[in-house]
């Protein structure tokens, strides 16, 4: 059967004309990421190419077809548009709007007053609160964004890094005063520090106190938390900084075995917390490298947990992510455009075996989403699940001789990259050097280069190019500000000033000790004490850290 494949391959080669195959030298066929791509791919592509090493079945090891045996016919992926504007009582109703729309967990997207641990009445969070997030600065706020959501029926991801663990302590006490058991809760914190130095950049400590912050919620929620995901390894952001598929995968891989040597430094067994460290990748434009990086990331994962730390639970090699769309890909030209951008980018996630999945909305180039973009971004979701027909089988594309050679592939330059990155020492000593920084830089250069000279094109910004008409966008006006200062003033005058206080001194004590921190930061929770006060007495201790440029 091979043979007469290669013999059809020969004879179609021998028919293309001279002029066809001029014009086909002359172009330059790659994926958005610059990798080279065949005419045709054949089984000669795939010389020693093992169905049960390299493939395997669904729902068993190395997993690259899928974690479980019968992926969306027993279990459609979660549905989880990231949303948060202004204040909690305005993303409450969106909440409440998208669950009665069918969305099936909820997303917070945090303002950049909370992400960088500043409270809303903060003379440098003038023109930012509730802006590009929702405005959360004590546990009432959080009380208020979660108010009337029963926190045991809803999975929840909080899209937060260098205050993770008082993000999360406060959605822990949320739970408390609504009687649920931490036992029955689950969900998700970022919480991934390496990719802000990386590329981000919303980090306020140093490495190594804020490794020890995560370190202590991986610890305390293997204990007291076991439903919920203490990190999300992202990739998302470093793939939005400029970096390839390839770097994406590599860089976010590399982070999250940096992780587990943390916590396995600390003296917790790899099974105790690796069956809660979950992954989250973007979906990018070129449809057939995304599904070969999230296969790829399947099968590294497995076997970096297997095989390099030793875990023996099968829970612990499975590489659980969540998917969002590319939000860099989104343009404010044609910004309808985007639908198409966005399903296809979907449609790659889920033939790629994501587990949960955002969907950008068409108007994210220019704001916040409005509610009919944000419903038009669900619906995109529901008509691939329910529609389309692609959640019948699993890994439908397993097999093919393009796929899979695109999948190893990845999988080698994903090692290369490895080797080169455990020969400085580790990710952190990569990250003071500069190195990923600066291959993202390079990366995101050679891509614009190649849209100035149109080797690459996105439509209607450098060809077919038609004059914009104005769409409806989100405003999110100063009053927030106001209203979330003045919420602050009435917080700190009806709390006990004592306990505020005391829980403060606590924290700072233990802080500059080895204790895990989460019990202390849960009691400043308790008393009301702000985002901004517990950060502000980390950094005492801590201090904050400024990147070294390098060129």
């Known amino acids: 059967m ?24 002359s172009a330059q066929f790659t994926t958005i990421s610059g990798r080279p791509i065949q005419r045709l791919y054949t089984p000669e592509d795939l010389p020693d190419f093992d169905y049960q090493r390299d493939l395997g079945e669904p729902g068993q090891f190395p997993f690259t077809r899928g974690i479980h045996a019968t992926m969306y016919r027993g279990k459609l992926w979660t549905m989880r548009q990231f949303s948060g504007f202004a204040t909690p009582e305005q993303t ?22 909370t992400l960088m641990g500043y409270d809303a009445d903060h003379p440098i969070c003038e023109g930012e609160v509730g802006k590009c997030g929702v405005s959360v600065s004590s546990l009432a706020d959080m009380e208020t964004l979660f ?20 993000l999360w302590a406060m959605y822990l006490v949320v739970a408390e005063k609504q009687g649920v058991d931490w036992n029955k809760i689950s969900g998700t914190i970022q919480n991934d520090i390496l990719k802000e130095y ?34 999300s390894i992202s990739g998302y952001h470093i793939r939005e900084a400029g970096a390839t598929a390839l770097q994406e995968l590599a860089f976010t891989l590399r982070d999250g ?54 875990a023996r639970n099968p829970r612990t090699w499975l590489c659980r992510f969540h998917t969002q769309t590319a939000g860099v890909s989104l343009t404010a030209q044609q910004a309808y455009n985007n639908v198409v951008r966005t399903a296809i980018q979907a449609l790659a996630a ?44 699993v890994d439908p594309l397993g097999g093919s001789y393009f796929v899979e050679r695109l999948t190893l592939d990845m999988e080698k330059g994903c090692l290369d990259y490895f080797d080169k990155i455990n020969a400085m020492g580790g990710m952190i000593a990569a990250i003071e050097k500069g190195y990923p920084q600066k291959e993202i830089a390079e990366s995101s250069y050679r891509f614009q280069r190649a849209l100035e000279e149109k080797r690459k094109i996105i439509v209607g910004v450098n060809e077919f190019v038609t004059e914009d008409r104005p769409i409806p966008i989100l405003q999110i006006d100063e009053s927030v500000r106001d209203r979330q200062v003045e919420r602050l003033r009435r917080l700190r005058q009806t709390r006990s000033q004592q306990a505020a206080g005391a829980s403060l001194k606590a924290l700072e004590r233990a802080a500059r000790a080895t204790e895990n921190l989460m019990p202390y930061i849960l009691d400043c929770v308790r008393a009301y004490v702000t985002v901004g006060e517990i950060c502000d007495t980390l950094r005492g201790v801590f201090g904050t850290y400024e990147e070294t440029s390098v060129l």
């Open 2 to 25: 091979a043979d007469k494949v290669l013999e059809q391959a020969q004879d179609v080669t021998a028919a293309a004309t001279p002029a066809d195959r001029l014009a086909e030298r």
């Open 350 to 393: 889920v033939l790629g075996g994501t587990q949960s999945l955002h969907t950008n909305s068409l108007d994210e180039a220019l704001a916040l989403p409005t509610e009919e973009a944000v419903t038009l971004a669900l619906r995109t979701q529901q008509i691939l699940a329910y529609e389309s027909g692609v959640a019948n089988t």
């Open 147 to 166: 108010e009337g959501i029963p926190l045991e029926r809803v999975t929840t991801s909080m899209t937060i890094n260098s205050p993770a663990a008082i």
């Open 198 to 231: 990386i590329a981000q950049k919303e980090y306020i400590f140093p490495p190594q106190p804020s490794m020890r912050l995560v370190v202590d919620t991986f610890e305390f929620g293997a204990r007291h938390v076991p439903r919920f995901n203490t990190i």
């Open 257 to 310: 075995v940096e992780y587990v040597e943390w916590g396995v430094r600390r003296g917790l067994d790899v099974d105790e917390f690796g069956p809660r460290l979950s992954l989250f990748f973007n979906s990018h434009n070129d449809f057939f490298e995304e599904i070969a990086k999230f296969r790829a990331a399947r099968k590294l994962w497995a076997h970096l947990m297997r095989d390099r730390f030793g």
């Open 92 to 113: 409450n109703r969106r909440y409440r709007y998208l669950l009665a729309q069918g969305q099936t967990g909820l997303s917070v997207a945090f303002d950049l007053p």
